[in-house]
T-cell receptor, first 112, second 115 residues
Framework: DQQVKQNSPSLSVQEGRISILNCDYT??????FLWYKKYPAEGPTFLIS?????DKNEDGRFTVFLNKSAKHLSLHIVPSQPGDSAVYFC???????????FGAGTTVTVRA | NAGVTQTPKFQVLKTGQSMTLQCAQD?????MYWYRQDPGMGLRLIYY???????DKGEVPNGYNVSRLNKREFSLRLESAAPSQTSVYFC??????????????FGPGTRLTVT
């Protein structure tokens, strides 16, 4: 059973507007959450992470929010740019090991 | 500094054939991982090696074997390929085994088709 779920397979947004990607999880033992970005024919690249003891982490145009009570995290991209068009994977790490559990991914398309 | 490299980039196999996917990292990382990516399934862990000399099963290990040849190299072997193993395979590595968390770095992938 998937412990990390990204329920929106795709998202289309206009350039300059905000992109909001959502992720839900079921394992209360997750202590780190990460977002990876993947372009076609390339490997995923790390984008941003958040520890379970925080509720927000910001890096430039990217902000990740964590709501532990709802077991929900989101990634905000502001403003969205054409180069942000990619697949975004949510991932989480269990406190007891160093493996990552990944969601199915959300394909973001930024329209000019 | 090449990061994580994978060979080959593409491969077509017939059912029953065997092959080995190669992975190497030059970042002196302790941990290495093999994933497969299938449409709608995200990345699923096949095997991992927390440190040189150790390997463990991940979420979907059936039909695969691995070898941690040394600290740099981690190979994935398909002994008898099946169409269900058609996928994109990613190798990843991560520094450290304890303490502060570090993210995983991924290779460019191997696209495998089994007919």
């Amino acid at each position: 059973d998937q412990q990390v779920k990204q329920n929106s397979p795709s998202l289309s947004v206009q350039e300059g507007r905000i992109s909001i990607l959502n992720c839900d999880y079921t394992n209360s033992m997750f202590d780190y959450f990460l977002w990876y970005k993947k372009y076609p024919a390339e490997g995923p690249t790390f984008l941003i992470s958040i520890s379970s003891i925080k509720d927000k982490n910001e890096d430039g145009r990217f902000t990740v929010f964590l709501n532990k009570s709802a077991k929900h995290l989101s990634l905000h991209i502001v403003p969205s740019q054409p180069g942000d068009s990619a697949v975004y994977f949510c991932a989480a790490k269990d406190i007891n090991d160093y493996k990552l559990s990944f969601g199915a991914g959300t394909t973001v398309t930024v329209r000019a | 500094n090449a990061g994580v490299t994978q060979t080959p980039k593409f491969q077509v196999l017939k059912t029953g054939q065997s092959m080995t996917l190669q992975c190497a990292q030059d970042m002196n990382h302790n941990s290495m991982y093999w994933y497969r990516q299938d449409p709608g399934m995200g990345l699923r862990l096949i095997y991992y090696s927390a440190s040189e000399g150790t390997t463990d099963k991940g979420e979907v290990p059936n039909g695969y074997n691995v070898s941690r040849l040394n600290k740099r190299e981690f190979s994935l072997r398909l002994e008898s390929a099946a169409p269900s193993q058609t996928s994109v395979y990613f190798c990843a590595s991560r520094t450290g085994t304890t303490g502060v968390f570090h993210e995983q770095y991924f290779g460019p992938g191997t696209r495998l088709t089994v007919t």
